[in-house]
């Protein structure tokens, strides 16, 4: 499971301590820090770094996997994770794992649409992130914002963070959506995994996905897009502004346009907190599908519970469903009345990987 408490809060400081000394690079868990910028002539201190660098590289079939090495020291194959990635020849037979070591990834990352396969392999997500700061505004819209877009099939991210470190977006600001990472390809699944920004944090934009002992943080509709996607105990982190008396956050927006696509976004077995007063979703487009189950929801949630984005039509084509929640957000005696109380039956759909057909692709990305 995700570590409670004070890790996550740490990270955040040393991340923002990190964007504004850019010399600094952190080292390992107990964040000890070097000026290494400073050393390229020095070759003592640079051996001394290389000498204590050994990568848990874990065992792999040669035959159907290649391991590329990344570390920001320049211990091993590649300095930059985009490095990584621009290596690996296209629509490659054999699945290629990017093992990342701790630190932070000061870069954007785009995994293109030929190259299906790759995997991310971090040392927890407390340790090793892909960090940047555009958003709408400085990169031409929401969609673009990505600190990583993966528009690839099969796509694995194991231990590692991804972060948005643009400004939180104060009450009214425009073109502030930042993105930490867009998942634009079919197949895609993460473990451990961290995904920290505000507003618009996890654009979870097509395809099927899965999300196991995820940490997703955000503000407003900070998991959003139109996937098809099963989120296992996942812990939801809202940092909306505390105190508030009006809605100023909402977990989800899930996009689905019509009856046909088939997309929506299950929760189960996860945990809704923070700060804020936020809604559990918005009907970004008029079948938005989502459901909430088995979890546990602070008493952050407003007790209508969701929104229709102020249009009735909405309501009655909009699928938004709570199955066996529990804590004070999960009351529904004053939910809107479109939301539906699942029994058993309409649940059941929801509630394993056979929502997003995991038969056919995720269990052999299991090892
Ligand atoms: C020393 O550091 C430089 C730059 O970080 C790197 O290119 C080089 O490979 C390092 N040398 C060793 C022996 O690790
Ligand atoms: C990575 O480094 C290892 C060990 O130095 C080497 O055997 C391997 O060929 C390198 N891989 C790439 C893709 O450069
Ligand atoms: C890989 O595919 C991209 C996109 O189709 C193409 O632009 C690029 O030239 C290809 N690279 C190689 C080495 O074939
Ligand atoms: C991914 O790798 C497996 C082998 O591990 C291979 O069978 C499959 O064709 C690859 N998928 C793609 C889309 O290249
Ligand atoms: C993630 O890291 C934890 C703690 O270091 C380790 O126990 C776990 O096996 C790792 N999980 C994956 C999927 O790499
Ligand atoms: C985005 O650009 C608009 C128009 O220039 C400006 O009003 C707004 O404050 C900008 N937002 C951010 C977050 O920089
Ligand atoms: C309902 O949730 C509780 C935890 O609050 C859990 O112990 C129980 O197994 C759940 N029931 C079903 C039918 O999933
Ligand atoms: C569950 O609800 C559906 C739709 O309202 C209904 O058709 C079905 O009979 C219910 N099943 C149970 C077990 O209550
Ligand atoms: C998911 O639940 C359904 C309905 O209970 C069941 O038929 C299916 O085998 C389950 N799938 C998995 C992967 O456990």
């Not at 909430?292 to 309501?315: H, K, V």
Request: charge should be negative.
């Amino acid at each position: 499971m995700y570590p409670k408490g004070m890790y996550v809060p740490l990270f955040i400081a040393i991340v923002a301590i990190f964007v504004s000394t850019s010399f600094m690079v952190l080292d390992h868990l107990t964040f000890k820090v070097h000026r290494s910028h400073h050393h390229h002539d020095d070759k003592k201190t640079n051996q001394s770094i290389c000498d204590s660098f050994t990568p848990n590289f874990p065992t792999i079939d040669p035959s159907t996997t290649s391991i590329l090495c990344v570390d920001h020291n320049g211990c091993c194959n590649f300095t930059t994770v985009q490095a990584a990635v621009d290596s690996v020849g296209n629509f490659s037979a054999i699945r290629s794992l990017i093992w990342i070591n701790s630190g932070i990834y000061f870069e954007k990352v785009i995994v293109p649409k030929s190259k299906p396969n790759i995997t991310f392999q971090g040392q927890g997500y407390t340790s090793t992130a892909i960090i940047y700061n555009d958003n709408a505004n400085s990169s031409h819209g929401t969609f673009n914002s990505g600190s990583v877009q993966v528009f690839s099939t099969n796509f694995i991210a194991k231990n590692i963070s991804f972060m948005n470190v643009a400004p939180v977006p104060g009450p009214g600001a425009v073109g502030a959506q930042a993105v930490a990472i867009r998942i634009g390809g079919d197949q895609a699944a993460f473990w451990g995994c961290g995904f920290f920004g505000a507003q618009d944090t996890l654009h979870d934009d097509r395809g099927r996905h899965y999300f196991k002992e995820c940490y997703i943080q955000g503000s407003i509709d900070f998991v959003f897009g139109n996937g098809k996607s099963l989120y296992e105990n996942c812990q939801l982190t809202s940092i909306a502004s505390p105190g508030s008396r009006s809605i100023n956050g909402a977990v989800t927006a899930h996009g689905r346009a019509s009856k046909e696509e088939d997309s929506g976004f299950a929760f189960v077995n996860c945990n809704v907190g923070g700060t804020g007063r936020i809604w559990l979703g918005r009907a970004w487009r008029p079948f938005s599908t989502v459901v909430f189950a088995n979890t546990f929801m602070a008493d952050i949630i407003s007790p209508e519970g969701w929104n229709d984005l102020n249009d009735p039509l909405r309501d009655q084509t909009i699928f938004y469903g709570e199955y066996n929640c529990s804590g004070v957000g999960s009351n529904m005696a004053q939910r809107a009345f479109y939301v539906q109380r699942l029994n058993d039956t309409q649940a059941l759909p929801f509630l394993n990987s056979s929502f997003i057909d995991a038969d056919l692709w995720l269990q052999s990305f299991s090892n």
